[in-house]
């Protein structure tokens, strides 16, 4: 090979090495900015995690936080609660033992006026059933005296046989419990003496005059009460004689005193109320 054709060949080589090498070059180049945008996505991937992974700890903290928060407070409702229910069980076992009180107070007192209505008939019962009644009603007892019994016609003033029956009674009420409550009723003739004005004076005169012997035979005067009804609570219709002879009465009412009862209910209403 001659000398020009050496010196073209070499030039060729080198020339072809050179490219070679820029397009490693080149290829490194590429493969660099490859890599740096892959560790650029990486690297805003991980940024992204990393927030999403502070995210997901303040609720995990938050979840807690409220989770113990929330047991407390359940604890706390839990002891109210229970509070309350031991409170309501107190308070439902005092009502009931206040209640079988009452129960025991009222039983007394209905087996007390039943033996008082027995005792009273039994001091009575020498007496016509046109001269007197007995009757237990509204939990009281009735005894009502008819005016032959007591008084002569159209008078206020007691005779022998209604003093005699008084006394029976009173007998049977001394130191009994009772509230006494002692009504005149008149029928519907119109009266109008020196004495008595009207039925309503007529009725007032007759009740004053029996409470006025029941006290002078040993009954505490702070227990009768004295009232004149006159002719407005009839027990029959005035359109006879024999129901007019009914209606004029003095009526001798015997309740029994309710102070523990009332006591034993206020008690419940206040119980109730609280």
């Given amino acids: 090979m001659n000398t020009l054709m050496k010196a073209s060949v070499a030039i060729a080589l080198i020339a072809m090495s050179g490219c070679v090498a820029k397009k490693k070059y080149l290829d490194s180049v590429q493969r660099n ?75 007394s007192q209905r087996a007390t006026l039943s033996s008082l209505k027995d005792e009273v008939c039994s001091a009575l019962k020498c007496y016509a059933p046109d001269e007197l009644g007995i009757e237990e009603r509204d939990g009281k007892i009735y005894v009502s005296l008819y005016d032959e019994l007591l008084f002569p016609s159209g008078g206020e003033y007691l005779n022998a046989k209604g003093k005699e029956a008084l006394t029976k009674v009173a007998n049977v009420l001394q130191g009994r419990d009772f509230e006494i409550l002692v009504e005149g009723h008149t029928d519907d003739v119109p009266i109008n003496t020196v004495r008595n004005k009207d039925n ?41 004689a024999e129901n007019r002879k009914f209606n004029r009465r003095t009526e001798i009412i015997l309740e029994p005193k309710l102070d523990k009862i009332w006591y034993l209910t206020e008690s419940e209403d206040m119980a109730s109320n609280q």
Avoid at 205 to 229: C, F, M, Q, T
């Fill in 33 to 107: 900015a490859d890599l740096q945008e892959q560790l650029s996505e990486v690297e805003t991937d991980l940024a992204k995690y990393k927030n999403d992974y502070k995210v997901t700890k303040r609720k995990l903290e938050n979840l807690e936080l409220n989770a113990a928060i929330s047991a407390k407070e359940n604890e706390l409702t839990v002891e109210e609660m229970q509070g309350e229910l031991s409170t309501k069980q107190k308070e439902l076992q005092e009502r009931l033992r206040q209640l079988e009180e009452l129960r025991t107070a009222l039983e």
């Fill in 200 to 240: 309503w004076d007529l009725s007032t005169h007759r009740a004053n005059n029996v409470s006025r012997y029941l006290i002078d035979k040993g009954i505490e005067a702070d227990r009768v009460i004295s009232a004149g009804r006159a002719d407005k609570v009839p027990l029959k219709p005035n359109t006879s």
